[in-house]
C-alpha cells in the first residue's frame, strides 16, 4: 500500500522531475518551443484559451497534410504494385512457356540422341561399306578404264586398264576369303560382276590390241600391245585371233614392202629397185634374197616381242606358224621372178651361182622359219634350179658333142673334148666351194662325163685297135688329170683307171706282138714251148747264127729302145702310160729271152758254147732295159 | 683307206657280155641299184658298176664292165675281157638268135680270158615265158658241155639276178681258197685291197704273154 508519503513521494518525485529537468538540455522541448514561438505570437488570454485549439488545428493540419502526402505515396505504391503484378504475370507466363519448352525439349533430346545413334550406326554401315566396296568393287575410273569411253570409239589404252584387270582379278581372288567368311551370296554376285568386268574388259583390251598389234614395232605403242598380249593369254581364242590378225597384217606389209623393194627401191630411189637388174640373174636373185634374209628375222623379231609376255605351251608352234604365214605372200612374187630367170636360157655357170644362191639362202631363212610356204617355195626353187642348170650343162655337154669328129692324127683329145674337160673344170672348181659341194660336183661330174665317154667311145670304135687303145687313154688320161683335182672324185677316178688299166692291156699285148714280130722271135717262141722234137740246135730257125742275130737286133732295141715301139706308143700324152706299156712289153720279152736263156744253156739241146750265141744274161739284158 | 668304202678285202672283175639288146645293162643296174631299168638306152663301148657284196665273211668288191653288145664296138669291149675273174655271159630266152650266137661269145671269152675266168651263162627276160624261144633244157644242156654256170634270170623282176653275181664270185673266192688263182697276176681279174694306181699294171704276167704270143 502506497501510503500517503509514498503519494506524496510520487508527487514530488515528479514535480523534482519537472524542476529537475533542464529544459535547455531537451532538444525535444526546444523545438516544440521553437515551433510554438512561430504561432504563439501574443501572449493574452485568448490567446492562452485559443492555444490548445490552435495547436489542435495545427495538429490536424500537419496530419491533413500527412495524409495527402501518404496519399501520394499509396498511388505510387499502386502504380509499382501493378506493375510487379504484371510483372508477375509475365513471368509466370513465361515460366509456362519455359515449362513447356521443357517438355518440347526433353522429347526432341530423345529423338536427337536416337538420331546420334542412328547417325552413328549408319556412320560406321558407310565405312564398312566403303571398305567393302573398296576391297570389292571398281572405282569409276577404273570402270572407264576397263570398259573404255562408250562414247568414243577409239579410246587409248593406258596402263590404269591392266591395273584394273589386275584390281578385278584381285577382288576375284579375295571372295574366295568372302565365301569361307560365309558370305556365299554377296562372293557368288562380286564373282560374277568382276567375271563380266574382267570378260568385258578382256573384249575391249582384245579389240584394242587386234586394231593396233601392227604396230608393235611403235616405241610408244610397243609396251602395252605386250602387256594387252600377256593379259590376252589367258583367252586362247582372243589370242588367236590377235595373232591371227597380226599376221595378215604383217603378211600384206611384208609384200607390200617386197613389191616397193623390187619396183621403187628406197626412199628417193636409193637403194635403187631390185628389179632394175633383173638382167643379171645372178645380182637379181642375190637382191631378192638378200632382201628377204633380211625381212624374215626382222618379222620373227617383231612376232617375238609382242609375246614376250606370253608363255604356254604349243606357244613356240604357233609362232613358227605365224611366222611361216607372214612370209607366205611374197612367196609368189619370188617365184614369179625366179622362175622366169629359170625359164630363160642361161649359161651353166650362171645358173648354178643362181642354185648356190638359192642354196645358201635358204638355209639361212630355214635357221630363222619353220616349215611354211616360204620354205616350201625356197626348196621347189632350190630344186628347179638344180634341175635347170644340170640342164643346161647338158644342152650345153650335148651341142659340143652332136657331132662325132674323127680323133686328130696325134691322137690327143679332139677339141670339143678338150672344151668340155675345160668347162667341167670350171664347174669343179665353183663347186668346190659352195654348200654341199659332194653332192654336186659328183651330179656335174656325171652330167659331163657320162655323154663324153660316149663320145669318146663312139669316137675310138672307128680306130684300128692300136689307135682305139691310145686314143682312150689319152681322153682317159685328160679326164682323170683333170678329176684328180677335186676332191670326191674316186668312183670316177677308179671307173677311169679302170678303163685305163684294160687299154694299157690292149696296147701292152699290141706292142708286144709287135716287138715279137720284128725281132722274128715268133718262131723261136712257139718251138721253145714245144718240148717234143728234140735238142733245140737241131731244129730250123733255132741255129746259133739266128739266135745270135737275134740277139744284136735285142742289143740295139736295148740302146734305141723308141726304134721298134709302135709308133702311136709316142702318141701316148701320159709318160706312165708310155712307160707302162713299154716297160711290160719288154718285160714280155725278157720273159721269152729268159726262157732262151735258160734252153741254149741246158746241155740238152746241144748247144756248143752257149755263153758266145747269148752273151748277156737276162739279168743284164733286165739293167740295159731298165 | 680302211674305213667306209674302202673296206673291203678284194676287188672282183667282171664283164657281162652278149648280144644287143639282151639286157645287160638292166641286169647290172638291178644288181647295184636294185632296180629295173625300163628304156634303158644302148651302151656305148663300156659302162661301168660297183658294188660290195660278201662272201664267206669277206668284203669283195665287184667292179662290173657292162660292154655294148654292138658289133661296132667290139674293138672296145674286147680290151675289158683280159682282166675279168668273172665273164657273165647273157642271152634273151625269147630271141633265138642270141643264144645262137652263145658260141662265138664263148670263143671270144676263152681266147681272151684266163682259164680260171669263171663264166656264168644267163638266160635273160624269164619272166616273159610266154614268148620263150630257148627252153631251158637245152640252155642247161650247152651250159654242161662247156662247163658254164647256168641259171635263168630276169631283169625285170630281179629273179635270179643278185645270185647269179654271187654264185660267179663265191666261185671266184674258192679258186682263190683252192689257190688255181694267182692274185699276183693282173689279169686275174683280182686284186688284193684296193687299188692303187699304177702298180698293177707294173706286174709281170706271163699267163698274158703266152695268150697274146699264141694268136
Same mark, same amino acid.
Given at each position: 500500500m502506497v501510503s500517503e508519503p509514498e503519494k506524496e513521494h510520487v508527487l514530488s518525485k515528479r514535480l523534482n522531475k519537472i524542476l529537475e529537468s533542464q529544459i535547455e538540455n531537451d532538444d525535444e522541448t526546444i523545438e516544440a518551443l521553437r515551433e510554438l514561438s512561430t504561432f504563439y505570437t501574443e501572449n493574452s488570454l485568448q490567446a492562452r484559451r485559443n492555444l490548445r485549439s490552435q495547436i489542435e488545428k495545427r495538429s490536424l493540419d500537419i496530419n491533413q497534410s500527412f495524409l495527402s502526402a501518404f496519399k501520394e505515396v499509396k498511388d505510387s505504391f499502386d502504380f509499382v504494385y501493378n506493375d510487379i503484378a504484371e510483372m508477375n504475370k509475365c513471368i509466370q507466363d513465361m515460366t509456362h512457356r519455359l515449362h513447356n519448352a521443357k517438355s518440347q525439349t526433353k522429347q526432341l533430346l530423345q529423338k536427337t540422341s536416337a538420331l546420334q545413334k542412328e547417325k552413328e550406326q549408319n556412320l560406321m554401315k558407310q565405312k564398312v561399306s566403303s571398305a567393302i566396296i573398296k576391297t570389292f568393287q571398281l572405282s569409276r575410273e577404273e570402270i572407264i578404264a576397263l570398259h573404255a569411253d562408250k562414247n568414243k570409239s577409239e579410246t587409248p589404252l593406258t596402263f590404269d586398264t591392266f591395273k584394273a584387270l589386275e584390281h578385278v582379278q584381285e577382288i576375284h581372288n579375295n571372295c574366295k576369303i568372302l565365301m569361307q567368311a560365309g558370305l556365299q551370296t554377296l562372293a557368288l554376285d562380286i564373282m560374277e560382276q568382276m567375271t563380266l568386268h574382267q570378260e568385258g574388259a578382256l573384249e575391249v583390251l582384245y579389240k584394242w590390241t587386234q586394231s593396233h598389234c601392227r604396230n608393235v614395232d611403235n616405241p610408244e605403242l610397243s609396251d602395252l600391245i605386250v602387256h594387252a598380249m600377256a593379259k590376252l593369254q589367258e583367252r586362247p581364242v582372243f589370242f588367236k585371233y590377235v595373232i591371227d590378225e597380226y599376221c595378215i597384217c604383217r603378211r600384206s606389209f611384208l609384200v607390200g614392202e617386197f613389191i616397193n623393194a623390187l619396183t621403187r627401191g628406197g626412199p628417193s630411189g636409193n637403194p635403187a629397185p631390185i628389179e632394175m637388174k633383173a638382167h643379171d640373174a645372178q645380182i637379181y636373185v642375190t637382191d631378192m634374197l638378200v632382201w628377204i634374209n633380211k625381212a624374215v628375222p626382222i618379222e620373227k623379231q617383231n612376232l617375238h616381242v609382242l609375246v614376250k609376255l606370253c608363255s604356254f605351251e604349243g606357244l613356240d608352234d604357233m609362232l613358227n606358224k605365224a611366222l611361216a604365214n607372214i612370209c607366205e605372200d611374197i612367196c609368189q612374187p619370188l617365184k614369179i621372178r625366179i622362175d622366169k630367170i629359170l625359164n630363160v636360157p642361161n649359161s651353166p655357170s650362171v645358173l648354178y651361182a643362181v642354185l648356190n644362191m638359192l642354196r645358201y639362202y635358204k638355209k639361212c631363212i630355214l635357221k630363222v622359219i619353220t616349215g611354211g610356204q616360204l620354205a616350201e617355195t625356197l626348196k621347189e626353187l632350190e630344186e628347179k634350179s638344180e634341175l635347170k642348170f644340170l640342164n643346161s650343162l647338158t644342152d650345153q655337154v650335148n651341142s659340143l658333142l652332136v657331132r662325132v669328129?674323127?680323133?686328130?692324127?696325134?691322137?690327143?683329145?679332139?677339141?670339143?673334148?678338150?672344151?668340155?674337160?675345160?668347162?667341167?673344170?670350171?664347174?669343179? %672348181?665353183?663347186?668346190?666351194?659352195?654348200?654341199?659341194?659332194?653332192?654336186?660336183?659328183?651330179?656335174?661330174?656325171?652330167?659331163?662325163?657320162?655323154?663324153?665317154?660316149?663320145?669318146?667311145?663312139?669316137?675310138?670304135?672307128?680306130?684300128?685297135?692300136?689307135?682305139?687303145?691310145?686314143?682312150?687313154?689319152?681322153?682317159?688320161?685328160?679326164?682323170?688329170?683333170?678329176?684328180?683335182?677335186?676332191?670326191?672324185?674316186?668312183?670316177?677316178?677308179?671307173?677311169?683307171?679302170?678303163? %685305163?688299166?684294160?687299154?694299157?692291156?690292149?696296147?701292152?699285148?699290141?706292142?708286144?706282138?709287135?716287138?715279137?714280130?720284128?725281132?722274128?722271135?715268133?718262131?723261136?717262141?712257139?718251138?721253145?714251148?714245144?718240148?717234143?722234137?728234140?735238142?733245140?740246135?737241131?731244129?730250123?730257125?733255132?741255129?746259133?747264127?739266128?739266135?745270135?742275130?737275134?740277139?744284136?737286133?735285142?742289143?740295139?732295141?736295148?740302146?734305141? &729302145?723308141?726304134?721298134?715301139?709302135?709308133?702311136?706308143?709316142?702318141?701316148?700324152?701320159?709318160?706312165?702310160?708310155?712307160?707302162?706299156?713299154?716297160?711290160?712289153?719288154?718285160?714280155?720279152?725278157?720273159?721269152?729271152?729268159?726262157?732262151?736263156?735258160?734252153?741254149?744253156?741246158? &746241155?740238152?739241146?746241144?748247144?756248143?758254147?752257149?755263153?758266145?750265141?747269148?752273151?748277156?744274161?737276162?739279168?743284164?739284158?733286165?739293167?740295159?732295159?731298165? | 683307206m680302211s674305213t667306209g668304202p674302202y673296206n673291203y678285202s678284194y676287188i672282183f672283175k667282171y664283164i657281162i657280155i652278149g648280144d644287143m639288146g639282151v639286157g645287160k645293162s638292166c641286169l647290172l643296174h638291178q644288181f647295184t641299184e636294185k632296180k629295173f631299168m625300163a628304156d634303158c638306152p644302148h651302151t656305148i663301148g663300156v659302162e661301168f658298176g660297183t658294188r660290195i657284196i660278201e662272201v664267206s665273211g669277206q668284203k669283195?668288191?665287184?667292179?662290173?664292165?657292162?660292154?655294148?653288145?654292138?658289133?661296132?664296138?667290139?674293138?672296145?669291149?674286147?680290151?675289158?675281157?683280159?682282166?675279168?675273174?668273172?665273164?657273165?655271159?647273157?642271152?634273151?630266152?625269147?630271141?633265138?638268135?642270141?643264144?645262137?650266137?652263145?658260141?662265138?661269145?664263148?670263143?671270144?671269152?676263152?681266147?681272151?680270158?684266163?682259164?680260171?675266168?669263171?663264166?656264168?651263162?644267163?638266160?635273160?627276160?624269164?619272166?616273159?615265158?610266154?614268148?620263150?624261144?630257148?627252153?631251158?633244157?637245152?640252155?642247161?644242156?650247152?651250159?654242161?658241155?662247156?662247163?658254164?654256170?647256168?641259171?635263168?634270170?630276169?631283169?625285170?623282176?630281179?629273179?635270179?639276178?643278185?645270185?647269179?653275181?654271187?654264185?660267179?664270185?663265191?666261185?671266184?673266192?674258192?679258186?682263190?681258197?683252192?689257190?688255181?688263182?694267182?692274185?699276183?697276176?693282173a689279169e686275174s681279174g683280182v686284186q688284193h685291197k684296193p687299188s692303187q694306181p699304177g702298180r698293177n699294171n707294173l706286174s709281170n704276167d706271163q699267163q698274158a704273154n703266152k695268150d697274146n704270143c699264141a694268136c
Amino acid at each position: 500500500m502506497v501510503s500517503e508519503p509514498e503519494k506524496e513521494h510520487v508527487l514530488s518525485k515528479r514535480l523534482n522531475k519537472i524542476l529537475e529537468s533542464q529544459i535547455e538540455n531537451d532538444d525535444e522541448t526546444i523545438e516544440a518551443l521553437r515551433e510554438l514561438s512561430t504561432f504563439y505570437t501574443e501572449n493574452s488570454l485568448q490567446a492562452r484559451r485559443n492555444l490548445r485549439s490552435q495547436i489542435e488545428k495545427r495538429s490536424l493540419d500537419i496530419n491533413q497534410s500527412f495524409l495527402s502526402a501518404f496519399k501520394e505515396v499509396k498511388d505510387s505504391f499502386d502504380f509499382v504494385y501493378n506493375d510487379i503484378a504484371e510483372m508477375n504475370k509475365c513471368i509466370q507466363d513465361m515460366t509456362h512457356r519455359l515449362h513447356n519448352a521443357k517438355s518440347q525439349t526433353k522429347q526432341l533430346l530423345q529423338k536427337t540422341s536416337a538420331l546420334q545413334k542412328e547417325k552413328e550406326q549408319n556412320l560406321m554401315k558407310q565405312k564398312v561399306s566403303s571398305a567393302i566396296i573398296k576391297t570389292f568393287q571398281l572405282s569409276r575410273e577404273e570402270i572407264i578404264a576397263l570398259h573404255a569411253d562408250k562414247n568414243k570409239s577409239e579410246t587409248p589404252l593406258t596402263f590404269d586398264t591392266f591395273k584394273a584387270l589386275e584390281h578385278v582379278q584381285e577382288i576375284h581372288n579375295n571372295c574366295k576369303i568372302l565365301m569361307q567368311a560365309g558370305l556365299q551370296t554377296l562372293a557368288l554376285d562380286i564373282m560374277e560382276q568382276m567375271t563380266l568386268h574382267q570378260e568385258g574388259a578382256l573384249e575391249v583390251l582384245y579389240k584394242w590390241t587386234q586394231s593396233h598389234c601392227r604396230n608393235v614395232d611403235n616405241p610408244e605403242l610397243s609396251d602395252l600391245i605386250v602387256h594387252a598380249m600377256a593379259k590376252l593369254q589367258e583367252r586362247p581364242v582372243f589370242f588367236k585371233y590377235v595373232i591371227d590378225e597380226y599376221c595378215i597384217c604383217r603378211r600384206s606389209f611384208l609384200v607390200g614392202e617386197f613389191i616397193n623393194a623390187l619396183t621403187r627401191g628406197g626412199p628417193s630411189g636409193n637403194p635403187a629397185p631390185i628389179e632394175m637388174k633383173a638382167h643379171d640373174a645372178q645380182i637379181y636373185v642375190t637382191d631378192m634374197l638378200v632382201w628377204i634374209n633380211k625381212a624374215v628375222p626382222i618379222e620373227k623379231q617383231n612376232l617375238h616381242v609382242l609375246v614376250k609376255l606370253c608363255s604356254f605351251e604349243g606357244l613356240d608352234d604357233m609362232l613358227n606358224k605365224a611366222l611361216a604365214n607372214i612370209c607366205e605372200d611374197i612367196c609368189q612374187p619370188l617365184k614369179i621372178r625366179i622362175d622366169k630367170i629359170l625359164n630363160v636360157p642361161n649359161s651353166p655357170s650362171v645358173l648354178y651361182a643362181v642354185l648356190n644362191m638359192l642354196r645358201y639362202y635358204k638355209k639361212c631363212i630355214l635357221k630363222v622359219i619353220t616349215g611354211g610356204q616360204l620354205a616350201e617355195t625356197l626348196k621347189e626353187l632350190e630344186e628347179k634350179s638344180e634341175l635347170k642348170f644340170l640342164n643346161s650343162l647338158t644342152d650345153q655337154v650335148n651341142s659340143l658333142l652332136v657331132r662325132v669328129e674323127a680323133p686328130p692324127r696325134d691322137l690327143s683329145p679332139t677339141s670339143s673334148i678338150s672344151n668340155l674337160l675345160s668347162i667341167l673344170r670350171d664347174m669343179l %672348181s665353183t663347186a668346190s666351194m659352195s654348200e654341199g659341194r659332194e653332192v654336186d660336183m659328183v651330179k656335174i661330174a656325171n652330167t659331163v662325163l657320162e655323154p663324153l665317154l660316149r663320145a669318146v667311145n663312139e669316137q675310138a670304135s672307128r680306130l684300128p685297135p692300136t689307135d682305139m687303145a691310145v686314143y682312150l687313154l689319152n681322153c682317159m688320161y685328160s679326164m682323170y688329170t683333170c678329176l684328180t683335182m677335186y676332191e670326191f672324185m674316186e668312183g670316177r677316178l677308179e671307173r677311169l683307171q679302170a678303163q %685305163s688299166d684294160a687299154q694299157i692291156d690292149t696296147l701292152t699285148s699290141e706292142q708286144a706282138s709287135s716287138l715279137v714280130a720284128n725281132l722274128n722271135l715268133g718262131p723261136i717262141y712257139t718251138i721253145l714251148q714245144d718240148h717234143s722234137q728234140g735238142p733245140l740246135s737241131g731244129i730250123p730257125g733255132m741255129e746259133p747264127s739266128n739266135l745270135k742275130s737275134f740277139l744284136s737286133k735285142l742289143d740295139h732295141l736295148s740302146t734305141h &729302145p723308141d726304134s721298134i715301139l709302135l709308133p702311136q706308143i709316142n702318141l701316148l700324152l701320159s709318160s706312165k702310160h708310155k712307160k707302162s706299156v713299154q716297160k711290160r712289153s719288154f718285160d714280155v720279152l725278157l720273159a721269152i729271152y729268159k726262157q732262151l736263156y735258160e734252153a741254149v744253156h741246158n &746241155p740238152v739241146n746241144q748247144y756248143e758254147a752257149p755263153d758266145s750265141i747269148l752273151s748277156k744274161t737276162p739279168e743284164e739284158l733286165n739293167a740295159m732295159f731298165s | 683307206m680302211s674305213t667306209g668304202p674302202y673296206n673291203y678285202s678284194y676287188i672282183f672283175k667282171y664283164i657281162i657280155i652278149g648280144d644287143m639288146g639282151v639286157g645287160k645293162s638292166c641286169l647290172l643296174h638291178q644288181f647295184t641299184e636294185k632296180k629295173f631299168m625300163a628304156d634303158c638306152p644302148h651302151t656305148i663301148g663300156v659302162e661301168f658298176g660297183t658294188r660290195i657284196i660278201e662272201v664267206s665273211g669277206q668284203k669283195i668288191k665287184l667292179q662290173i664292165w657292162d660292154t655294148a653288145g654292138q658289133e661296132r664296138f667290139r674293138a672296145v669291149t674286147r680290151s675289158y675281157y683280159r682282166g675279168a675273174a668273172g665273164a657273165l655271159m647273157v642271152y634273151d630266152i625269147t630271141r633265138r638268135s642270141t643264144y645262137n650266137h652263145l658260141s662265138s661269145w664263148l670263143t671270144d671269152t676263152r681266147n681272151l680270158t684266163n682259164p680260171s675266168t669263171v663264166i656264168f651263162l644267163i638266160g635273160n627276160k624269164c619272166d616273159l615265158e610266154g614268148q620263150r624261144d630257148v627252153t631251158y633244157e637245152e640252155a642247161s644242156k650247152f651250159a654242161e658241155e662247156n662247163g658254164l654256170l647256168f641259171v635263168e634270170a630276169s631283169a625285170k623282176t630281179g629273179d635270179n639276178v643278185e645270185e647269179a653275181f654271187l654264185e660267179t664270185a663265191k666261185k671266184i673266192y674258192q679258186s682263190i681258197q683252192d689257190g688255181r688263182l694267182d692274185l699276183n697276176a693282173a689279169e686275174s681279174g683280182v686284186q688284193h685291197k684296193p687299188s692303187q694306181p699304177g702298180r698293177n699294171n707294173l706286174s709281170n704276167d706271163q699267163q698274158a704273154n703266152k695268150d697274146n704270143c699264141a694268136c
